[in-house]
């Protein structure tokens, strides 16, 4: 995966969570996430991280994080 592949696969999918584009370049979530840091500095990608879970509050739910990434032109 280089940096073009990557803007153009989300240029195409408009916005797409992270585990998507992991599972499809075969990439480490890592390396990804660092890849996408490029376009958002260059103002072309937005970062969304929103928490899963109840909105109790208590705490026994397992929460999980999911982050989105969404290109803009």
């Not at 585990?19 to 969304?48: P, Q, S, T």
């Amino acid at each position: 995966m280089d940096p073009i592949q990557l803007k153009n696969y989300l240029k195409k999918r408009k916005i797409a969570p992270l585990e998507d584009i992991v599972n499809h370049f075969k990439a480490e979530a890592l390396v990804v996430e660092l890849m996408c840091d490029l376009w958002i500095r260059k103002g072309k990608l937005v970062k969304y991280t929103q928490n899963l879970g109840c909105a109790k509050g208590c705490c026994k739910c397992a929460s999980s994080k999911i982050t989105l990434y969404e290109w803009v032109d």
